[in-house]
C-alpha cells in the first residue's frame, strides 16, 4: 500500500536540535549509556527550579483556568506585559497589542503567517534559531541570511542587511540577546536596523526572549525602545527568564505607529482566534513574574551558576588547542569554533556524532543553525560548572582523535 505522504512544505524544514542526533542519543540512554545531554536551553532538567511565586499564582488560579480565555491572552496578564513594555520605552503599546501564545515558538510563526505572502523575503540572522527559518518557509516566505561572524563578535554588518533586501523582503528579524552565539546587540547597531527598516518599510521581529539573561552587566536593549513609531513585533516569555519552559507562555507586543500595523494587528487576532486561546492555567504566572524583582540576575553575578559555567566554558577554551569562543555576553549558550589553522578538514556534523558515540556527550552541530560549513558547535551552559569542564576533556579527546586521523 502506497505510504501517506507528508507535505511537501517540509521538504526544506528542520530542526536538528531536536534532530538525528537527538534520537541516536536516545537509542544510546535506552541501551544504558548515560549521555550529557548540552542540546536544548531547558533550566528545568539542570536542577533549575521555577520561582516559587509563579507556581503558587498558579495552583491558586487552577479553578479560574477551566474555561477558555481571551484570545489574545488573560487581562491581568497582558496588562503586566504592556506595563513592562511601556516601562522599557516601547511606543503604543496597549493591551489590544499584545498577544500571549504556548511559548513564544507559537507566536513566531503566527507573526509571520499573519505576514507573508508567497515568495515574500525575511532577514533571518546566520546563526539563526532555526524555528525562524522553519517558520518562515512553513508559511511560503524566503529566508535571506545576514551573517553574523565570529571575527566581528557575532554582530551584523548593517550594510551587508541593507545589500540583502530585494522588492520583495516584508521583515527584519533580530535575536537579541542571541541564541545561539550570546551576543548583546549594542545601541547603535540597533538603531542602524531601525534606520533600515524605516527606510524600506519593513516590519521588525524582536525574539528577546533571552532579555534579562546578561554577563557581566551586557548592556541589553529592549528593540521597540529604540524602533520610536517604526513597527517592530517584541517577543517574551517564561521559558528563560523565569525557568518555567514547560508552562508553555510566551508573548509578543506590537509597538510603533498603530496606523500603519492596524490591519496587522487584526489578522494576528484572527490568527490567534482560529486556537482559540493559549493554555490558561500557566498564564496566571505571568503577572507576578513581570512584577517582582528578576530572579535569574543571582545566578548570572559572579558566583551564580550560570557565572560560574560560562567561565568553566572560557576555561576550557583557553586550554584547549582547537577551540576559540566569543565570550557570550547573553543567554544560555556557547558557540565555540574549531580553529582552521589546527584542524583544516573539519565537519561539524561528523564531530558531533563522534562526541555522541565515543564520548556520550550531545551537542548541537553549528550548520544545525543555518550557517552553511560551519566550524561551530552549541552548547547549553545550564550543566554544574564541574560537569562542563569534563565536557570540555572530552571534546579535546574527540578533536585530538579527528586531528591525527
Ligand atoms: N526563541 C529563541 C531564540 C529560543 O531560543 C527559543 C527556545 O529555545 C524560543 C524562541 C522558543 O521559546 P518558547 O519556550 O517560549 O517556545
Redesign the pocket.
Known sequence: MASIKPSAHLADVRYE?RGALTRRSRELEAAGLPIIKLN???PGRYGFETPAHLREAIARHLHDSEAYGHEQGLEEARDAIAAQQRHRGAHGVEVERIFI????????DLSLRALLQPGDEVLLPSPD?P??SAATILNDGKPRYYRCLAENGHLPDPEEIESLITPRTRALVL?NP??PTGAVYPRELLARMVEIAAKHRLLLLS?E??DEILYDDAPFQPLAAVAGEVPCVS?G????VHRA?GY???WMSLSGDPARTADYRDALQLLAALRLCANVTAQWAVRPALESAPTISTLTAPGGRLHEARRAVLEGVAASQFLDLVSPAG??YAFPRVRADRLADFDDNAFALRLLEEESVLVVPGSSFNVPHSRHLRLTLLPPPEQLREVFERIERVLTGMAAS
Open positions: 536540535i536544548i536551553g531547558n501564545g504556548n511559548g513564544v515558538s507559537e507566536l513566531i534559531y524555528l525562524w535575536i542571541n541564541n525574539d526572549i533571552y517577543f516569555g517564561l521559558s528563560k519552559c508553555r507562555v510566551g543567554a544560555l
